[in-house]
């Protein structure tokens, strides 16, 4: 596969707070240096600027922390302006890592701090309300220490994600609408009262069926903070549907940590996923993860999980692929007419909803590297802000490289 053949191309981004974060901007260096650009701004800007379609991204799905980073790119701002809106948030000025060598575009994000990232759930700010939770309504099973939990501890997030709804609104998206740019922009949360994943775009009307929802009724500041609404520790985002309903909303990695059928179903032909949740391998110099604590452990078993999730979805678009393929190859031996196979391959194409144009590339941290396992989720600091998105860097090089430009 040579990437600069690919007309339609796509980034997608998953969460897992700033850490998740600076991978992708790590991530996003690495593909600048290899050539790639991210079109962004408003439909005359891309429409000016960014002609070629050849490895220019105008296609972004972002979910929790990576709808963050989506969101920034859709807008217009480069990198670096990315790069020093953490830096400076906590901080440290970064100095520009190449020649401005693209167009124009917006170059200053207001700093992005602690204050924007971590808002006191006021329904559970005042140790009144956490108390009066106790008579709150209680379950309906009846139990022992479960239930017990259940009853005394009704807070539905110890902060909320108003901050980051308005710092996004007011500084980097005053428009603040998905018609108003010149890209497609995804951004995917979860139905916090049902099982459907709802995805917010620029749509002509709510589709929907039972596992999934196609929203146009959400400001993409809103999408965001609903996206990014990690339980236990943020609250649950609402909005107000296009019937004036209001539904709440809550992280968008719960159904899927990588949603590349959204940019695969709205048209790409080269998908470039980017993911910072990779497990702990054992290192002789760490040693076993049963010394760090509960933590640490919790946190290896939330990776295992999200792993096997995003395994077993490579593995099954290998497998569909691999399946079409070796049933193509099986007509054509038989001598079934031509007409016949190519039906026969459109219906078995349609079921399974395969993309037969689509490629994909997935980068992600070595599971070697312990110090990324290791480092804080949602930390500001620097040294460490540094050090993840030296890891994307890497990671998105080492996993480029395989393919010719």
């Known amino acids: 596969m040579r990437l600069s053949e690919k007309q339609n191309v796509a980034l997608v981004l998953s969460g897992g707070g700033v850490k998740a974060a600076a991978f992708h901007i790590g991530v996003c260096i690495g593909l600048r240096e290899m050539g790639f650009r991210f079109a962004g701004g408003s439909p005359e800007h891309v429409t000016n600027v960014f002609s070629d379609n050849s490895m220019t991204f105008k296609t972004y799905v972002g979910s929790s922390a990576g709808s963050v980073i989506a969101t920034f790119l859709a807008a217009g701002y480069d990198i ?60 309906v099973i009846s139990g022992g220490i479960e239930v017990l939990l259940k009853r005394g501890f009704k807070v539905n997030g110890i902060f909320s994600t108003n901050n980051l709804e308005k710092y996004l609104r007011e500084n980097a998206h005053p428009e603040n609408t998905f018609k108003s740019l010149g890209v497609k922009l995804y951004i995917v949360a979860t139905q916090l009262n049902h099982s459907r994943k709802v995805v917010f775009g620029d749509f002509a009307e709510t589709i929907k069926d039972e596992q999934i929802k196609y929203a146009p009724f959400a400001s993409v ?36 940590t990588l949603s590349t ?6 048209g790409a032909d080269l998908i470039i996923a980017s993911y910072s949740i990779q497990p702990y391998h054992f290192n002789k110099e760490i040693g076993s993860l049963h010394e760090f604590g509960m933590p640490i452990i919790f946190n290896q078993a939330l990776y295992q999980v999200v792993q096997q999730k995003i395994t077993n979805h490579i593995r099954t678009q290998k497998m569909i692929k691999n399946l079409i393929g070796t049933v ?62 030296k890891t994307g860097f890497r990671s998105a090089m080492t996993s480029l490289r395989k393919y010719a430009v």
């Not at 953490?86 to 124009?104: C, E, H, I, W």
């Not at 059928?261 to 709205?266: P, S």
């Open 80 to 139: 670096d302006s990315i790069v020093n809106a953490f830096m400076q948030g906590s901080g440290q000025t970064v100095t520009p890592t190449r020649n401005r060598r693209r167009d124009p575009s917006p170059s200053y994000l207001r700093p992005l701090n602690y204050r924007d990232l971590f808002s006191l759930n006021v329904s559970a700010g005042h140790p009144a309300r956490v108390f009066s939770s106790f008579f709150k309504k209680t379950p």
């Open 221 to 256: 500041s809103q999408a965001v903070a609903a996206s990014a609404a990690l339980p236990p520790f943020f609250a649950p985002y609402p909005i107000q549907d296009d019937r004036g309903r209001e539904h709440w909303y809550f992280d968008g990695e719960i159904r899927d």
């Open 261 to 266: 059928h959204v940019a695969a179903d709205h």
């Open 328 to 389: 193509d190859g099986y007509l054509k031996e038989a001598n079934i007419p031509a007409e016949h196979r190519e039906k026969l391959l459109e219906i078995l194409i349609s079921r399974t909803n395969f993309k037969p144009n689509a490629e994909y590339v997935y980068i992600h941290p070595s599971p070697h590297d312990y110090e990324m396992f290791f480092a804080d989720h949602f930390s500001l600091n620097p040294d460490i802000l540094a050090k993840i998105v």
